[in-house]
């Protein structure tokens, strides 16, 4: 059975960084195309970013654009999101999520991802 599993969360000041991780396992998740999004308390889940399969594509919301950085390394069937700048507004549960067709997180079909993490937390104080 294939599993995502979110790592990396934690507290921590605005301003400052935090990187994430997304390991898969149970399936070769290297032909899938990768994302991130996040929750805030009270507020619908929201992407964040999206990387294609062979990492040469990546995609942000605007709301992080320049302080978040998604990679991947394919060989350890892991994804990552480096957060840089971190607002309190960014505090939220950040969940990954895996789908064959990179287009589904562009084109915000987000509720037809195929697998989809537990989440981690992040917060930030001010």
């Known amino acids: 059975q294939v599993q995502l599993v979110e790592s990396g969360g934690g507290l921590v000041q605005a301003g400052g960084s935090l990187r994430l991780s997304c390991a898969a396992s149970?399936?070769?998740?290297?032909?899938?195309?990768m994302g991130w999004f996040r929750q805030a308390p009270g507020k619908e889940r929201e992407f964040v970013a999206a990387?294609?399969?062979?990492?040469?594509?990546?995609y942000y919301a605007d709301s992080v654009k320049g302080r978040f950085t998604i990679s991947r390394d394919s060989a350890k069937n892991t994804e990552y999101l480096q957060m840089d700048s971190l607002k309190p507004e960014d505090t939220a549960v950040y969940y990954c999520?895996?789908?064959?067709?990179?287009?589904?997180?562009?084109?915000?079909?987000?509720?037809?991802?195929?697998?989809w993490g537990q989440g981690a937390l992040v917060t930030v104080s001010s």
């Open positions: 990387i294609s399969w062979s990492g040469a594509n990546t």
């Open positions: 149970g399936r070769d998740l290297s032909r899938y195309a």
């Open positions: 999520a895996a789908d064959p067709t990179y287009g589904r997180f562009i084109h915000s079909d987000w509720a037809y991802l195929e697998i």
